[in-house]
């Protein structure tokens, strides 16, 4: 004869701490603030040749507080990646001194004056 007995299933255990029931922390990457923190110039600048655009390249490259930048003599443009403390202005008349004509110019997606 088969057993017949059934037993009732175990009582699930309840919790009384308050922490959330997920233990999964999400921590800020780098990558995922930086963008976050600084400022990015764009200028449209009056190249003719690669001379033009190196000259550009090279006061950039000296200029503190130029995290990145990319010059493109097609595109008769300039993007620069800055810290925070690295103004506009100050980028500006860098830019200015290498002798190139700047048409204009934005920060952080605003025009701005040249």
């Known amino acids: 004869m088969a057993d017949t007995t059934t037993t009732a299933p175990a009582p699930t255990p309840t919790t009384t701490s308050s922490a959330p029931a997920s ?3 999400e921590i800020p990457t780098p990558s995922a603030t930086s963008n976050t923190q600084g400022h990015t110039y764009l200028f449209d600048i009056t190249m003719t040749c690669s001379g033009c655009s190196g000259a550009i390249e090279r006061v950039l490259k000296r200029l503190d507080g130029v995290k990145s930048f990319q010059v493109s003599l ?3 443009s300039a993007e620069i990646s800055a810290a ?3 103004g506009y202005e100050t980028v500006l008349e860098k830019i200015k001194k290498t ?3 700047v048409n204009s110019g934005w920060a952080d997606g605003v025009e701005r004056g040249v």
Do not use: C, H, N
Request: proline share 8%.
């Open 74 to 76: 097609p595109e008769q």
């Open 23 to 25: 233990t999964s922390t």
């Open 99 to 101: 002798g190139k004509t």
């Open 84 to 86: 925070e403390e690295l």
